[in-house]
């Protein structure tokens, strides 16, 4: 008897595993986009986002089978593409089976200083009074215009002091009003001396040595919220074996700030040339430049800034490079802005290796913000000893805080570094509006902690609020007054924290969301919210997770009177 031993044929599948590519989609997209074939540079990883939001622009929204057929033009998994377009907020995907979105996007600010505005009855009128047919009306994050308190975006157009007969207009007519920026043009700027210190580097009449000298006897630190020397900065990332990097973070996201969007606005050139010089420091290949979404207006200021500089040869083409932000808070984090640059989720990175030892393309990464590297042409010509004797109350230097809320002139202030809250309500905000007292303050954001009246009197700057429950921060400086329910900051706060976690760490992810569920509550547990405080700040990866629980300790330690006398009971 023969015993015949039978092998499996292997079967093959006929095409690759998921949704067909539909030819069409993808004719389309190399038609926007430009054809990858002959120009394989279309394909770089760190292109994904900006191709993201060229799509975004030209459609209104992102489809299934236009992601599909991006993830072939880029030779990427369809996985990356769409994770990386679900993560950002400002990118609409719809799947196959959800009908398009509205032609129009209406998005009421519901950060806290436009909450005090009266954003909620806003948005619910906006809600009751358009035909949801033809818009949408949705909550959007802090849009850094919280002196225009509320702020409503129809599209990618802003409407300041909102109300709902003015955006109803907006809607109906179509009519927007852009946004006019008045900034010094490169001749202005460079007939002021303007440039001088950049081609003073260049030529070797400064010395990197000299000039980090001049920024540590300024006392220059970094301005984005951590107060980092700028000068170790520097000195940290050269000693690390090139290619390097430089990059500007603009992406300033904490609720309350806008101080970087004005900078950029009154003086572009002066932005630019101290981040010229400070991708000079370290020898950088190239200088990005990551703007937030929200500033559209900066967008076109910058690209023609940048063009100038380009065009009169100050610059080499494409040594700077402009990128666009798509929404996430959590890319203001050096680490997740490096990952989005990259065109992935901005999702922080475990550290060490700190982004100055491996940061963008896992090179040497120098990272600073938009205001400190704007200090330092003006630092430099007229000396470090008229920065650092700027203070007041024994601090050194200048601080620009970002002031909002219950004041009579909200904006944008230049003061000395160590002033109290008191004196900057007073001497530049005009003072409390009428039938308002003061009642607490955030001194740096939604991260920063929540101080009480009986503490306006502490100096404002880097070290001197910690011992307290709070820090400076990016000084962003949002005034409450007894008119004001703590309980509803609280929860805006939270809620803000919860929506804007990446949710890669446990600890962040789930504590921002049972935190804002213990806040709703009609009686709050202390000993339950302090040690879930514990844990998030223990335990989390980044500083939105570590910082989120800070408003709620501040309200814990220092407002159980005015919690009480606004019926909320604190037990514990």
Same mark, same amino acid.
């Given at each position: 008897?023969?015993?015949?031993?039978?092998?499996?044929?292997?079967?093959?599948? !006929?095409?690759?595993?998921?949704?067909?590519?539909?030819?069409?989609?993808l004719?389309?997209?190399?038609?926007l986009?430009? /054809?990858?074939?002959?120009?394989?540079?279309?394909?770089?990883?760190?292109?994904?986002?900006?191709?993201?939001? *060229?799509?975004?622009?030209?459609?209104?929204?992102?489809?299934?089978?236009?992601?599909?057929?991006l993830?072939?033009?880029?030779?990427?998994?369809?996985?990356?593409?769409?994770?990386?377009?679900?993560?950002?907020?400002?990118?609409?995907?719809?799947?196959?089976?959800?009908?398009?979105?509205?032609?129009?996007?209406?998005?009421?600010?519901?950060?806290?200083?436009?909450?005090?505005?009266?954003?909620?009855?806003?948005?619910?009128?906006?809600?009751?009074?358009?035909?949801?047919?033809?818009?949408?009306?949705?909550?959007?994050?802090?849009?850094?215009?919280?002196?225009?308190?509320?702020?409503?975006?129809?599209?990618?157009?802003?409407?300041?002091?909102?109300?709902?007969?003015?955006?109803?207009?907006?809607?109906d007519?179509?009519?927007?009003?852009?946004?006019?920026?008045?900034?010094?043009?490169?001749? /202005?700027?460079?007939?002021a001396?303007?440039?001088?210190?950049?081609?003073?580097?260049h030529?070797?009449?400064?010395?990197?040595?000299?000039?980090?000298?001049?920024?540590?006897? *300024?006392?220059?630190?970094?301005?984005?919220?951590?107060?980092?020397?700028?000068?170790?900065?520097?000195?940290?990332?050269?000693?690390?074996?090139?290619?390097?990097?430089?990059?500007?973070?603009?992406?300033e996201?904490?609720? !309350?700030?806008?101080?970087?969007?004005?900078?950029?606005?009154?003086?572009?050139?002066?932005?630019?040339?101290?981040?010229?010089?400070?991708?000079? *420091?370290?020898?950088?290949?190239?200088?990005?430049?990551?703007?937030?979404?929200?500033?559209?207006?900066?967008?076109?200021?910058?690209?023609?800034?940048?063009?100038?500089?380009?065009?009169?040869?100050?610059?080499?083409? /494409?040594?700077?490079?402009?990128?666009?932000?798509?929404?996430?808070?959590?890319?203001?984090?050096?680490?997740?802005?490096?990952?989005?640059?990259?065109?992935?989720?901005?999702?922080?990175?475990?550290?060490?290796?700190?982004?100055?030892q491996?940061?963008?393309?896992?090179?040497?990464?120098?990272?600073?913000?938009?205001?400190?590297?704007?200090w330092?042409?003006?630092?430099?010509?007229?000396?470090?000893?008229?920065?650092?004797?700027?203070?007041?109350?024994?601090?050194?230097?200048?601080r620009?805080?970002?002031?909002? !809320?219950?004041?009579?002139?909200?904006?944008?202030?230049?003061?000395?570094?160590?002033?109290?809250?008191?004196?900057?309500?007073?001497?530049?905000?005009?003072?409390?509006?009428?039938?308002?007292r003061?009642?607490?303050?955030?001194?740096?954001?939604?991260? !920063?902690?929540?101080?009480?009246?009986?503490?306006?009197?502490?100096?404002?700057?880097?070290?001197?609020?910690?011992?307290?429950?709070?820090?400076?921060?990016?000084?962003?400086v949002?005034?409450?007054?007894? @008119?004001?329910?703590?309980?509803?900051?609280?929860?805006?706060?939270?809620?803000?924290?919860?929506?804007?976690?990446?949710? @890669?760490?446990?600890?962040?992810?789930?504590?921002?969301?049972?935190?804002?569920?213990?806040?709703e509550?009609?009686?709050?547990?202390?000993?339950?919210?302090?040690?879930?405080?514990?844990?998030?700040? /223990?335990?989390?990866?980044?500083?939105?997770?570590?910082?989120?629980?800070?408003?709620?300790?501040?309200?814990?330690?220092?407002?159980?009177?005015?919690?009480?006398?606004?019926?909320?009971?604190?037990?514990?």
């Amino acid at each position: 008897m023969t015993v015949e031993t039978l092998t499996p044929k292997r079967r093959f599948r !006929g095409k690759a595993r998921g949704r067909d590519l539909a030819p069409v989609a993808l004719a389309a997209l190399r038609a926007l986009l430009g /054809d990858e074939r002959s120009h394989p540079e279309l394909r770089r990883r760190d292109l994904l986002i900006e191709h993201l939001h *060229a799509i975004q622009d030209a459609r209104g929204h992102l489809a299934l089978a236009e992601l599909r057929a991006l993830a072939a033009y880029m030779n990427l998994p369809m996985a990356a593409v769409y994770e990386t377009a679900t993560f950002y907020a400002h990118f609409d995907v719809v799947h196959d089976d959800q009908a398009l979105p509205p032609e129009v996007t209406v998005r009421v600010c519901d950060s806290l200083s436009c909450q005090l505005a009266g954003a909620e009855a806003l948005k619910a009128e906006l809600t009751a009074g358009v035909d949801p047919e033809a818009v949408r009306v949705v909550r959007g994050p802090c849009m850094g215009r919280c002196e225009t308190a509320p702020v409503v975006e129809v599209g990618h157009h802003h409407v300041l002091y909102a109300t709902a007969e003015g955006v109803k207009a907006v809607i109906d007519t179509g009519h927007y009003h852009p946004e006019a920026i008045l900034w010094q043009r490169l001749a /202005d700027y460079r007939a002021a001396g303007g440039y001088g210190l950049l081609a003073d580097c260049h030529a070797g009449r400064i010395t990197v040595e000299t000039l980090m000298q001049t920024l540590e006897a *300024a006392n220059l630190r970094g301005l984005g919220g951590a107060g980092f020397p700028t000068f170790k900065k520097w000195y940290f990332v050269r000693q690390e074996t090139g290619p390097r990097y430089c990059a500007i973070n603009a992406d300033e996201g904490e609720p !309350g700030t806008f101080k970087d969007r004005v900078y950029l606005e009154r003086s572009p050139h002066r932005f630019l040339e101290g981040a010229l010089v400070s991708a000079w *420091a370290v020898e950088a290949e190239a200088l990005y430049i990551y703007l937030r979404d929200e500033y559209p207006g900066l967008h076109r200021v910058l690209r023609e800034a940048i063009g100038e500089l380009e065009t009169a040869g100050l610059v080499a083409p /494409d040594y700077i490079i402009l990128r666009r932000g798509a929404g996430a808070y959590i890319c203001g984090e050096e680490s997740a802005m490096i990952e989005s640059l990259e065109g992935k989720p901005g999702k922080p990175r475990h550290r060490p290796p700190y982004v100055a030892q491996r940061g963008l393309f896992d090179c040497p990464t120098l990272v600073n913000n938009v205001e400190t590297v704007a200090w330092i042409p003006l630092i430099w010509e007229k000396g470090a000893d008229w920065f650092a004797g700027q203070g007041r109350h024994g601090r050194k230097g200048l601080r620009s805080f970002s002031l909002s !809320g219950r004041v009579k002139r909200p904006g944008v202030h230049l003061a000395p570094a160590g002033i109290t809250l008191n004196e900057l309500i007073e001497e530049y905000g005009g003072g409390m509006p009428e039938g308002h007292r003061l009642a607490g303050y955030l001194p740096g954001g939604a991260s !920063g902690g929540l101080l009480p009246a009986s503490k306006a009197d502490i100096p404002l700057d880097f070290d001197t609020l910690q011992e307290h429950g709070g820090f400076i921060g990016s000084a962003a400086v949002i005034v409450l007054s007894d @008119q004001d329910d703590l309980r509803d900051v609280a929860t805006n706060l939270l809620a803000f924290f919860a929506d804007e976690s990446c949710g @890669q760490c446990t600890p962040c992810r789930v504590g921002t969301e049972k935190m804002l569920s213990l806040l709703e509550r009609d009686e709050w547990q202390s000993d339950e919210l302090e040690r879930l405080s514990q844990v998030m700040m /223990d335990a989390s990866i980044c500083g939105l997770g570590q910082a989120a629980p800070n408003p709620v300790l501040g309200l814990l330690k220092d407002f159980r009177g005015e919690l009480a006398a606004q019926n909320l009971i604190v037990k514990g």
